[in-house]
């Protein structure tokens, strides 16, 4: 008989700050095994029948929407040039 012993779930945190520009680095998105990562659009810059560019700052985020897919295998810290993510458990 298996138990399901709730996992407590990593707090994954981005410096917006420092990760300006994550559609040009994508370190993290390749390296990841989990595919915990996306980069987003951000919607308030975002004007019709125009398309937002990657090399702007703050055009595109960086997010972490599947926590619970980490492993804590720190690839994505070791790979990110701007320092810019966290692992916290």
């Given at each position: 008989m298996t138990e399901n012993i709730p996992?407590?779930?990593p707090?994954?945190?981005?410096?917006?700050?420092?990760c300006t520009v994550?559609?040009?680095?994508?370190?993290?998105?390749?390296?990841?095994?989990?595919a915990v990562f996306r980069v987003?659009?951000?919607?308030?810059?975002?004007?019709?029948?125009?398309?937002?560019?990657?090399?702007?700052?703050?055009?595109?985020?960086?997010s972490a929407p599947r926590p619970d897919k980490c492993?804590?295998?720190n690839l994505c810290l070791d790979s990110c040039p701007a320092d810019a993510i966290t692992i916290e458990l």
């Open positions: 996992r407590k779930l707090r994954i945190t981005i410096d917006q700050k420092k994550p559609f040009l680095c994508k370190r993290c998105l390749q390296i990841c095994p989990d987003q659009r951000v919607l308030e810059r975002e004007e019709r029948l125009r398309e937002l560019d990657p090399r702007v700052d703050g055009n595109y985020v960086l492993a804590m295998c």
